[in-house]
């Protein structure tokens, strides 16, 4: 059975439809169906076919990257005949401050494999929206070896993009082996040098899942957190310890020691043989955050680049049906609340910000005078959390607070805590988040007459 070629080429941005059509028709292709044009009446799409061959062009809608696909056998003469993008251009688009035409170069650097690029791409997306990290991946699944083996580039900032680093590094581990010495050890060699406990953390456990070979003296010597200072309880502590024993046993540098149950499988992705109170702590560490949902029709509110906002324009935060990490078997006090994992039946709206202060009467008045209601502790926590089981809204490391959690709930650890719905005393309610602890698991019983922040959920029908 033959194999078809597929073949993708990046166009120089001057490139014109109309050069890329006397392209096709000289090399013997005929259009095949009606020309897609776009709102500025240059088409976005055009087909030609040759015998068995196609020829598709297509301009992106949201950078204006221009490629040509060739399926089939390549025309004589080609690709030198076409108008290609060159690696000075897609160096300037990858200088740019303009997101578009950083998301071009890119894009460009995927599909040309400009491997002398490598650095400024992972340095730029370092530094962006987490949404970016597959053109990433698709570019680091594109190199070849490292021209020097050995040697590492370090292409992370040593600054700065804190969330998009952990978030980079945890798809790169998704993917798992395949890239022992092209840009992915790259990245995570910057990683293990970062000076935030918990990237380091992350590269460690990354290291081992895609068998960075070259990084083993690195984890060895890796600087782990040593204080409840650091967000981290004494088991979590040991924890980390076991699971860089089993890093470097799975790249080949076995310690004279062994491991406790559940921390080999731990790093390949099942954190069922952990200890209860520690999978969501692993998870937290290792598994990237869900990026792709679908944006409901919800009446009375419409989706915009900043979130979901009402027609009054406060702003939303959109949690979607996902496994959520829930409780804390590190907190000493307050109602139970157990470490586990649910799947909701259903994704909500919250406020992105609190409505207003009151006592838990008044909360529930206004909640029902705005056909809206009180969030439960339960999805309080899911909004303030995210999904992943990092302890505090901006992730595990307890010294890099920022009040904003990754579905973009915000003003979660600045006030006096929050009323939610849950089980409580007659005259008492619950109260979650706080100042002084901001572990969004806590929860207090609070008197119904003193006074708290609270914000409004949104059922979705």
């Given at each position: 059975?033959?194999?078809?070629?597929?073949?993708?080429?990046?166009?120089?941005?001057?490139t014109?439809?109309?050069?890329?059509?006397?392209?096709?028709?000289?090399?013997?292709?005929?259009?095949?169906?009606?020309?897609?044009?776009?709102?500025?009446?240059?088409?976005?799409?055009?087909?030609?076919t040759?015998?068995?061959?196609?020829?598709?062009?297509?301009r992106?809608?949201?950078?204006?990257?221009?490629?040509?696909?060739?399926?089939?056998?390549?025309?004589a003469?080609?690709?030198?005949?076409?108008?290609?993008?060159?690696?000075?251009?897609?160096?300037?688009?990858?200088?740019?401050?303009?997101?578009?035409?950083?998301?071009?170069?890119?894009?460009?650097?995927a599909?040309?494999?400009a491997?002398?690029?490598?650095?400024?791409?992972?340095?730029?997306?370092?530094?962006?929206?987490?949404?970016?990290a597959?053109?990433?991946?698709?570019?680091?699944?594109?190199?070849?070896?490292?021209?020097?083996?050995?040697?590492?580039?370090?292409?992370?900032?040593?600054?700065?993009?804190?969330?998009?680093?952990?978030?980079?590094?945890?798809?790169?581990?998704?993917?798992?082996?395949?890239?022992?010495?092209g840009?992915?050890?790259?990245?995570?060699?910057?990683?293990?040098?970062?000076?935030?406990?918990?990237?380091?953390?992350?590269?460690?456990?990354?290291?081992?899942?895609?068998?960075?070979?070259?990084?083993?003296?690195?984890?060895?010597?890796?600087?782990?957190?040593?204080s409840d200072?650091?967000?981290?309880?004494?088991?979590?502590?040991?924890?980390?310890?076991?699971?860089?024993?089993?890093?470097?046993?799975?790249?080949?540098?076995p310690?004279?020691?062994?491991?406790?149950?559940g921390?080999?499988?731990?790093?390949?992705?099942?954190?069922?043989a952990?200890p209860?109170?520690?999978?969501?702590?692993?998870?937290?560490?290792?598994?990237?955050?869900?990026?792709?949902?679908?944006?409901?029709?919800?009446?009375?509110?419409?989706?915009?680049?900043?979130?979901?906002?009402?027609?009054?324009?406060?702003?939303?935060?959109?949690?979607?049906r996902?496994?959520?990490?829930?409780?804390?078997?590190?907190?000493?006090?307050?109602?139970?609340?157990?470490?586990?994992?649910?799947?909701?039946?259903?994704?909500?709206?919250?406020?992105?910000?609190?409505?207003?202060?009151?006592?838990?009467?008044?909360?529930?008045?206004?909640?029902?005078?705005?056909?809206?209601?009180?969030?439960?502790?339960?999805?309080?926590?899911?909004?303030?959390?995210?999904?992943?089981?990092?302890?505090?809204?901006?992730?595990?490391?307890?010294?890099?607070?920022?009040?904003?959690?990754?579905?973009?709930?915000?003003?979660?650890?600045?006030?006096?805590?929050e009323?939610v719905?849950?089980?409580?005393?007659?005259?008492?309610?619950?109260?979650?988040?706080?100042?002084?602890?901001?572990?969004?698991?806590?929860?207090?019983?609070?008197?119904?007459?003193?006074?708290?922040?609270?914000?409004?959920?949104?059922?979705?029908?």
């Amino acid at each position: 059975m033959s194999t078809r070629m597929t073949t993708t080429f990046a166009l120089a941005p001057e490139t014109t439809p109309d050069a890329v059509a006397m392209l096709a028709e000289a090399a013997g292709y005929a259009p095949d169906g009606a020309t897609d044009l776009s709102g500025d009446g240059l088409p976005d799409r055009a087909v030609w076919t040759r015998g068995g061959g196609r020829l598709t062009y297509a301009r992106d809608m949201a950078t204006g990257l221009q490629t040509l696909v060739i399926e089939g056998e390549t025309p004589a003469g080609w690709p030198a005949a076409l108008p290609l993008i060159d690696e000075a251009t897609i160096e300037t688009l990858l200088s740019s401050n303009d997101e578009a035409q950083l998301l071009a170069g890119l894009q460009a650097a995927a599909i040309t494999g400009a491997t002398a690029l490598a650095p400024l791409v992972a340095a730029r997306v370092a530094t962006l929206d987490p949404a970016l990290a597959d053109y990433v991946l698709a570019f680091a699944a594109a190199q070849p070896a490292a021209a020097r083996p050995g040697t590492v580039i370090k292409p992370f900032p040593t600054s700065g993009g804190r969330q998009e680093k952990l978030q980079l590094l945890r798809w790169l581990g998704a993917e798992g082996p395949g890239d022992n010495d092209g840009i992915g050890t790259a990245m995570v060699a910057g990683g293990l040098e970062d000076s935030d406990w918990e990237v380091r953390a992350t590269a460690m456990l990354v290291a081992a899942r895609i068998a960075a070979v070259p990084l083993v003296g690195a984890i060895a010597r890796l600087a782990l957190p040593e204080s409840d200072e650091d967000g981290v309880v004494r088991r979590e502590r040991s924890a980390l310890l076991a699971l860089r024993d089993a890093a470097l046993a799975r790249l080949g540098a076995p310690r004279d020691r062994p491991l406790p149950p559940g921390v080999a499988e731990a790093l390949c992705g099942d954190y069922a043989a952990l200890p209860a109170d520690l999978r969501a702590f692993v998870h937290a560490l290792v598994e990237p955050v869900p990026t792709q949902f679908e944006q409901p029709a919800v009446p009375g509110v419409v989706w915009t680049e900043t979130g979901p906002r009402r027609i009054d324009g406060r702003l939303l935060a959109w949690v979607p049906r996902a496994p959520h990490w829930l409780g804390d078997d590190s907190l000493v006090d307050g109602p139970d609340n157990p470490s586990r994992q649910i799947n909701p039946p259903r994704g909500f709206l919250i406020d992105a910000e609190p409505a207003g202060e009151a006592t838990l009467v008044e909360a529930r008045a206004r909640a029902r005078a705005t056909g809206t209601r009180l969030p439960t502790s339960d999805e309080w926590e899911m909004a303030a959390r995210g999904p992943d089981g990092r302890r505090f809204p901006w992730g595990m490391n307890a010294r890099v607070p920022v009040d904003l959690s990754p579905w973009g709930m915000a003003g979660i650890v600045g006030g006096k805590g929050e009323w939610v719905e849950g089980l409580a005393p007659v005259g008492h309610g619950i109260v979650a988040g706080r100042r002084r602890l901001p572990v969004v698991a806590h929860r207090t019983v609070a008197s119904d007459e003193t006074t708290h922040l609270f914000r409004f959920a949104y059922d979705i029908i």
